[in-house]
């Protein structure tokens, strides 16, 4: 098979980057105070607000994702924080409250599992928190929490904030800010969105703007309340990287010019099914299963299980040796799993061509 210049390459993140995106990086620089600015910036305000499914002004930032988390806790936590952990992206979250100084409960579930509302409500009752932190898509397990039926849970309970992180979930699977009621919900661009790493992006509700209002010692780089201040008169914070911002736009317009975003979504849904296909294909021949179970499966990253004297880490370093790049697993699954990043702009067909690869390395 000859392979193509586009799509061998299906790392869960950082994702690859078509080369239009990468060109309309190359435009000169202008003045981050300037009317050019602001018109980008405002050019740019009706896309993403699509991407997010929000009225509310998107927050850009010059930051990893990360960053944005950050962000979350130390503008949206006042003491006490939910953390729901099924992997290395919960375990983040809670990790960067803890410290920021505020108190954590943790709520554990095995890798691959998903807290359930029953059990988030549990929680709830027992412990006095003021704001709960989720991964939507925990990238490490290839797990998708059931976030429409969760918020919901959340609001059952008075003056409780809900923390998203969607960083593998937006642009590739319905994320509903406003009509699921997210208080937080933020993303990277080196994911769903095909765009160099580089920028942060966040939808912050009016009641997280107000909450935020009332905690001292926000900081000052990541303050939520100066970024939506700044969204809301189309000016950045402070000096933004102005090249990924070109990218930005340049995406944004390449979603509007392929239908939307809800054929984006439909297109990561079918490179799962291709997965999920093959997986069930091959499961008796290969020995291979999905680590989550049916209907908690993330649309962008597929974490299949090896059998034994199977290795997720050389499965990976073999298809590199034949010019694709797919995930080993992480943390603790490293050796047991690979993940699988079909996200961004790969195609089902491409999905198709990396696991005929796979197949190889593994029969
Ligand atoms: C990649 C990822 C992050 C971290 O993104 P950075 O840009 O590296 O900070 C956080 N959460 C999830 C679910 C991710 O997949």
């Known amino acids: ?47 993403l607000q699509k991407l997010f499914r929000t009225a509310r002004p998107v927050l850009i930032g010059t930051c990893a994702a990360t960053g944005f988390m950050e962000m979350a806790i130390r503008s949206g936590v006042r003491h006490r924080v939910l953390s729901l952990v099924g992997g290395a992206f919960g375990h983040r979250f809670a990790a960067i409250a803890r410290s920021c100084g505020r108190d954590v409960v943790q709520l554990d ?95 912050a509700s009016e009641k997280m703007i107000q909450r935020a209002q009332d905690v001292p010692e926000r900081g000052a780089y990541l303050d939520v309340v100066a970024y939506d201040e700044a969204a809301r008169n189309n000016q950045p914070t402070n000096t933004p990287a102005i090249s990924f911002l070109y990218a930005l736009d340049a995406q944004l317009k390449r979603i509007e010019e392929n239908g939307g975003i809800e054929p984006r979504w439909e297109r990561h849904r079918a490179m799962r099914e291709r997965v999920e296909q093959w997986v069930d294909d091959k499961s008796a021949t290969l020995g291979l299963g999905f680590l989550p179970v049916q209907d908690r499966r993330s649309w962008t990253v597929s974490c299949v299980t090896l059998p034994d004297g199977k290795n997720g880490r050389s499965v990976a370093q073999q298809c590199r040796e034949r010019g694709w790049t797919i995930g080993s697993g992480y943390g603790d699954l490293k050796e047991k799993t690979i993940r699988i990043g079909h996200m961004g ?13 796979l197949e190889e390395v593994l029969r």
Do not use: C, Y
């Open 1 to 47: 098979m000859t392979p193509p210049d586009f799509g061998r390459f299906f790392l869960p993140g950082p994702t690859e980057v078509h080369p239009d995106i990468l060109a309309a990086m190359q435009r000169p620089m202008i003045a981050h105070r300037g009317q050019d600015m602001s018109n980008l910036l405002a050019g740019m305000q009706p896309g």
């Open 109 to 203: 579930v095995p890798l691959g599992k998903t807290v359930e509302p029953d059990m988030l409500r549990d929680a709830l009752q027992r412990s006095q928190v003021d704001a709960v932190t989720l991964v939507h898509s925990e990238t490490s397990t290839g797990a998708l929490a059931p976030l429409e039926e969760l918020a919901p849970v959340v609001r059952e309970f008075d003056d409780i904030v809900l923390l998203v992180d969607a960083v593998t979930s937006m642009a590739g699977s319905p994320v509903e800010t406003d009509a699921w009621q997210l208080d937080f919900v933020l993303t990277g661009s080196q994911k769903a969105l095909a765009l160099p790493p580089g920028l942060a992006l966040a939808a």
């Open 345 to 357: 702009d790969h195609t089902p067909d491409g999905v198709d061509q990396v696991l005929a690869v």
